[in-house]
């Protein structure tokens, strides 16, 4: 029978049982409970000390990649290095040497993917790792071998196959041609040409499943087939509104740009979409593609009207011209028909005016705006004192996207106290103008072109009669330095004559003048130019101005922009582009949600006898 402790012939283990029976006798459990705890305490802290000694000292490595050399596995590297574990954990090391392998096997899983993705589906990747000292060399070598080509490219259509012109332009579009290396990026582009082409074709209902891709090892040739499922070619049907409330149906059904009948296509949709937004009506709109009857297929269109009275300020400051605010108050929904009305009433301490002006968006035809206007303003500057009223009519038609032009005709009485005397004039005139603007933003371009012209014949039906041609061109070219576009280089030009009587017979708010924030920063405004006996400006009949900024972004709000403005007015008729005034400085820009609110400081080159000695301006938006 045994007794429970161990037998004599193990001295060990009876000195074991021993000392466990002194124990179990000495210690309460609450003393075995706080001995175990200590324990556990000591472990704890000499585990973290190994860890922290460890973390103090990670392992230094490098790696070496070979097979992939010259040029044309530059993309392979470059792909491999920008997702690289190695790469990335090498400036800070690693912990230990099990981090390190899971590093290396994760990276060659990497690189063979990567070549897969580049078209070698037979590439073979190893690697090897070697150790002096504390230093370790890691290996990755890669045998790509051939890379692959597209092979044959299929379409299958279920149900029913399109027109062979339609299969021909699918194929076109998608552009994945036999022959080519077979790339991944490849491949995924062409899946989605095929995703945008199919709507446009008619096909707003098409469905694509999977595409089976067969990589042939033998031919080293990638075989895919797109399977599709395009149904019936589409007509565009109905269109219907839900949400309207006060703007007219009959007026938003002219915004359509396609005939009854037509196939449908996604851009005319979009372009429908885009024109209801630029209405400024709504402020949500969106466009569901719904089956209707007979192959067609109608659209619901979804909007949320937004506010259309709008009641709002600006302002600006400068050291010539002084401060100036506007108020205005829009309606953007007179006639229930998207018709624009705005009152605006502006004070300056050069200028007070009160101005009225009513748009008809798409007056006769799409694209095409009439416009009425009428004004009253004081001037009192140091070129003349006036007292203004003038009525016009204007037409305003969009060509392109890029491109309008414009007709009118103005008839406006000046009441002008100037060198010459207290006169009245009766001015008609008959401007005509084309404009091209291919920028990218109203407030603040980074790229595009804006090129403007305007002549307009003018005749005085005053006592005193005459009549004249004035013209003037302005240009004005975005550049974006970098790809985030922090970096702006931009241009400015103007050119303006004015063909007819001599300067002093024209009444002084017809001629051109040169100088202030809108045209040559560091002059006062008007002052760059002719000057009489009291060196007050005269302005003149022609004129030239040229001006460079680079826009510099230290921020996302902060800007800074060193910029230099040159030129003069001049009596004669066309510009001597001689005697330039130049100007330079540099501005701040604050970024906001609504533009670059503007700050500049500039200086006279060429400062004369009795000129300021530089001059500050703020206000909304970019100088041009």
């Not at 399109?162 to 699918?170: D, F, H, M």
């Not at 060429?606 to 909304?620: A, N």
Request: proline share 3%.
């Amino acid at each position: 029978m045994k007794s429970g402790r161990p037998e004599a012939a193990s001295g060990f283990g009876c000195v074991w049982y021993l000392m466990k029976r002194l124990f179990d006798c000495i210690l309460t459990r609450r003393w075995r409970r706080f001995l175990t705890a200590c324990s556990l305490l000591v472990l704890c802290a000499v585990w973290g000390y190994g860890h922290q000694v460890q973390a103090e000292n990670p392992l230094s490595y490098h790696v070496i990649l070979t097979g992939l050399d010259g040029g044309s596995f530059a993309p392979v590297r470059q792909t491999f290095n920008g997702a690289s574990l190695l790469e990335e954990s090498q400036a800070d090391g690693l912990a230990s040497v099990s981090n390190l392998r899971g590093h290396v096997t994760s990276d060659v899983d990497l690189l063979s993917r990567v070549l897969r993705s580049y078209g070698y589906y037979a590439a073979d990747v190893s690697s090897s790792v070697s150790r002096i000292n504390d230093h370790f060399s890691i290996e990755i070598v890669a045998a790509p071998g051939t890379q692959y080509q597209f092979g044959e490219i299929e379409f299958k259509f279920h149900q029913r196959n399109p027109e062979q012109a339609i299969v021909q332009r699918i194929r076109d579009e998608v552009a994945l041609a036999a022959g080519g290396p077979a790339l991944a990026a490849a491949f995924v582009a062409a899946e989605a040409r095929m995703g945008a082409i199919l709507p446009e074709l008619g096909f707003p209902f098409a469905k694509r499943t999977r595409p089976d891709i067969v990589v042939d090892h033998q031919t080293k040739l990638l075989n895919v087939v797109f399977h599709l499922e395009t149904g019936e070619r589409q007509r565009i049907g109905r269109v219907r509104y839900k949400g309207l409330n006060t703007v007219k149906e009959t007026y938003l059904l002219r915004l359509s740009t396609w005939q009854e009948g037509e196939f449908f296509k996604q851009s005319l949709v979009d372009s429908l979409q885009s024109r209801l937004l630029q209405t400024d009506l709504f402020s949500k709109v969106g466009i569901e593609i719904v089956p209707a009857v007979n192959n067609h297929a109608d659209l619901l269109v979804t909007i949320v009207e937004a506010q259309h009275r709008t009641l709002g300020t600006t302002a600006g400051y400068s050291t010539a011209e002084g401060f100036g605010a506007d108020v205005f108050w829009e309606h953007r929904n007179m006639f229930a028909r998207g018709g624009v009305l705005k009152f605006t009433a502006r004070g300056a301490e050069i200028e007070q005016s009160l101005s009225g002006r009513l748009e008809l968006a798409h007056f006769g035809r799409l694209d095409q705006t009439l416009s009425f206007e009428s004004l009253f303003r004081r001037q009192d500057t140091d070129a003349f004192l006036s007292y203004e009223a003038e009525v016009r009519a204007g037409l305003d038609r969009v060509v392109t996207k890029d491109l309008a032009v414009s007709a009118g005709t103005i008839v406006e009485y000046n009441d002008v106290t100037d060198a010459e005397g207290d006169r009245d004039f009766i001015i008609a005139s008959l401007p005509l103008g084309a404009r091209w603007d291919s920028s990218d933003d109203l407030l603040n371009p980074s790229r595009g072109v804006r090129v403007s012209l305007v002549t307009a014949p003018g005749v005085n039906l005053g006592s005193n009669g005459f009549s004249f041609l004035k013209s003037e061109l302005r240009s004005s070219a975005y550049f974006s330095m970098l790809e985030d576009k922090d970096l702006i280089l931009a241009f400015r030009s103007r050119i303006g004559s004015i063909i007819g009587p001599a300067n002093e017979t024209l009444p002084a708010t017809q001629r051109f003048y040169a100088g202030g924030g809108g045209s040559i920063r560091g002059f006062s405004f008007q002052n760059v130019g002719p000057l009489d006996a009291d060196n007050d400006p005269l302005g003149g009949r022609s004129v030239v101005e040229f001006a460079a900024e680079l826009r510099l972004k230290v921020s996302s709000s902060v800007g800074i922009v060193p910029f230099i403005e040159g030129g003069n007015t001049y009596v004669n008729e066309f510009p001597r582009f001689s005697d330039f005034r130049w100007g330079a400085g540099v501005g701040a820009r604050y970024y906001t949600s609504f533009g670059p609110v503007r700050f500049d400081l500039a200086f006279p080159l060429d400062r004369r006898m009795g000129e300021s000695r530089f001059q500050f301006y703020v206000s909304l938006g970019q100088a041009f």
